[in-house]
């Protein structure tokens, strides 16, 4: 038993090293983007509260960017309201309901809020967009998030109570399916960690005719986005010569370098669509067991 | 200013310069990132424990990592810097550190050369520890050495340019005193 102690009170710094870089290794290799990180809850309204204080300071630098870009949104919104068209043969308005049910059957599935960025970086190879809304203000974990002008952002992944961690579309790790808006065909967008200007679309089939500047929307079977939302532009087009498939780099819509206000939106459905899947899978798993 | 106090203030000036000054500038190429918060750890005094070195390096990290969202990753490269710094002094000025003339590190205590190669030798462990743990799930191994050599030379730069423009003022200690 002295032994033992003799030997910690030797060793006892080696230890601690091992101990503490045990402790370290822990915290990052059990983190990923569907488990909580240790602390972090908490650790995020401390770090909300220094990147709020950042963000009212350099807000007044990109006030006039935002403004403009708003307007911008703003008046591509108001073409598209009903008010501005008239049926020729009477001359009644046609307005749109914005109740969530109407007598013809239109039920609202995705729901807008706004939001304003506290800390986004773009330097790392795992970037994240901190955002002043959190789980009091109803935001929850896959919710999409958009760009004051339309662009594609990103997905929430971590929640606390006044504060969001939104994993942007420049994340290695990030996999979205969008599809080209000219062909309707799916692709799965991601990034390579280089430029954040621009990302990668795989898994188009050289049978579309592409050319520069095609649209890349968002695709028709997220659970965290509404369909045909912008995410970029094709800016390159690599014929990889080992596949029948594209390698395409798009732009992205959505500036990551100047992220102010951004919009999240939210699924009211998700959980009945995701209770559908999982319900599906058991009854799925349940069908093997009974056949063998 | 007592050691305490004045470390304190260093440790939250070090981890927002490094938050909100370096990590949002606008990057220069993916594999230039300038790290610059560590430099807290070389310049605590001699006086601290080796045990007080690995608890202060890691929560040294472990803050700046609940800023970038990567926990673990800065407090496992800070505890290996924290653990080597005393070898290195060592080597560098082979003697009691009871009898240095100053409290730190820093050219004036240590002379430029040594200096300089305690810095470089800190970096280059931290450096490459801290991208060999973001290449495990990420990355090549060109991309991992490349990386290592040209943000080791990013940091030399800020540390040197630091060490020109923030001279500190130290008491020459006397066995009066």
């Keep these: 038993?002295?032994?033992?102690?003799?030997?910690?009170?030797?060793?006892?710094?080696?230890?601690?090293?091992?101990?503490?870089?045990?402790?370290?290794?822990?915290?990052?290799?059990?983190?990923?983007?569907?488990?909580?990180?240790?602390?972090?809850?908490?650790?995020?309204?401390?770090?909300?509260?220094?990147?709020?204080?950042?963000?009212?300071?350099?807000?007044?630098?990109?006030?006039?960017?935002?403004?403009?870009?708003?307007?911008?949104?703003?008046?591509?919104?108001?073409?598209?309201?009903?008010?501005?068209?008239?049926?020729?043969?009477?001359?009644?308005?046609?307005?749109?309901?914005?109740?969530?049910?109407?007598?013809?059957?239109?039920?609202?599935?995705?729901?807008?809020?706004?939001?304003?960025?506290?800390?986004?970086?773009?330097?790392?190879?795992?970037?994240?967009?901190?955002?002043?809304?959190?789980?009091?203000?109803?935001?929850?974990?896959?919710m999409g998030v958009f760009s004051s002008d339309g662009g594609l952002v990103g997905q929430v992944v971590n929640v606390?109570?006044?504060?969001?961690?939104?994993?942007?579309?420049?994340?290695?790790?990030?996999?979205?399916?969008?599809?080209?808006?000219?062909?309707?065909?799916?692709?799965?967008?991601?990034?390579?960690?280089?430029d954040p200007r621009f990302l990668t679309l795989l898994n188009i089939p050289k049978s579309d005719s592409l050319v520069i500047g095609d649209t890349i929307l968002t695709g028709k079977y997220s659970l965290s986005f509404p369909p045909g939302q912008m995410v970029g532009t094709v800016s390159e087009i690599i014929p990889d010569n080992s596949t029948n498939f594209y390698v395409l780099r798009i732009k992205s819509a959505a500036n990551f370098n100047d992220l102010q206000q951004v919009m999240v939106v939210e699924n009211l459905q998700h959980e009945e669509l995701n209770q559908l899947n999982k319900d599906t899978e058991k009854r799925v798993e349940e069908a093997k067991k009974t056949n063998r | 200013m007592s050691d305490l106090l004045k470390n304190i203030v260093r440790f939250a000036v070090f981890i927002l310069v490094q938050v909100y000054v370096l990590d949002q500038i606008p990057p220069l190429h993916q594999y230039i990132i300038p790290y610059i918060y560590y430099l807290f750890i070389l310049w605590l005094p001699f006086s601290v424990s080796r045990i007080g070195l690995l608890v202060i390096g890691f929560f040294t990290g472990l803050t700046l990592d609940y800023f970038t969202?990567?926990?673990?990753?800065?407090?496992?490269?800070?505890?290996?810097?924290?653990?080597?710094?005393?070898?290195?002094?060592?080597?560098?000025?082979?003697?009691?550190p009871s009898e240095f003339n100053y409290r730190e590190p820093s050219p004036k205590a240590m002379g430029w050369t040594p200096y300089l190669v305690y810095v470089l030798v800190l970096t280059i462990f931290h450096h490459v520890y801290l991208t060999f743990l973001e290449y495990l799930d990420f990355g090549g191994f060109l991309h991992l050495m490349i990386k290592v050599v040209s943000t080791t030379a990013i940091s030399m730069l800020l540390i040197i340019v630091t060490e020109l423009l923030f001279t500190r003022k130290m008491k020459y200690r006397t066995n009066t005193a």
């Design chain 1, 1 to 142: 038993m002295r032994n033992i102690f003799r030997f910690i009170r030797r060793f006892f710094v080696l230890l601690a090293f091992l101990i503490l870089q045990a402790v370290a290794l822990w915290f990052l290799f059990t983190y990923n983007r569907f488990h909580r990180a240790k602390g972090l809850g908490a650790a995020n309204e401390v770090t909300g509260w220094f990147n709020t204080r950042y963000n009212t300071f350099e807000d007044f630098f990109k006030m006039k960017e935002e403004n403009r870009r708003l307007l911008k949104l703003n008046d591509s919104l108001m073409n598209l309201q009903r008010v501005n068209f008239v049926s020729s043969d009477t001359d009644a308005v046609v307005i749109r309901d914005s109740i969530p049910y109407d007598t013809l059957g239109h039920y609202r599935m995705y729901k807008w809020r706004d939001a304003q960025v506290v800390r986004s970086t773009v330097s790392s190879e795992k970037n994240y967009v901190q955002i002043n809304r959190g789980s009091n203000q109803g935001i929850r974990d896959n």
């Design chain 1, 160 to 194: 606390s109570a006044n504060f969001s961690q939104v994993m942007s579309l420049i994340h290695v790790q990030n996999r979205v399916s969008v599809l080209v808006k000219k062909t309707q065909n799916a692709g799965i967008l991601s990034w390579d960690g280089k």
């Design chain 2, 69 to 96: 969202n990567t926990p673990g990753l800065h407090a496992a490269a800070c505890v290996l810097i924290a653990y080597i710094r005393p070898f290195v002094i060592n080597v560098l000025t082979p003697k009691d």
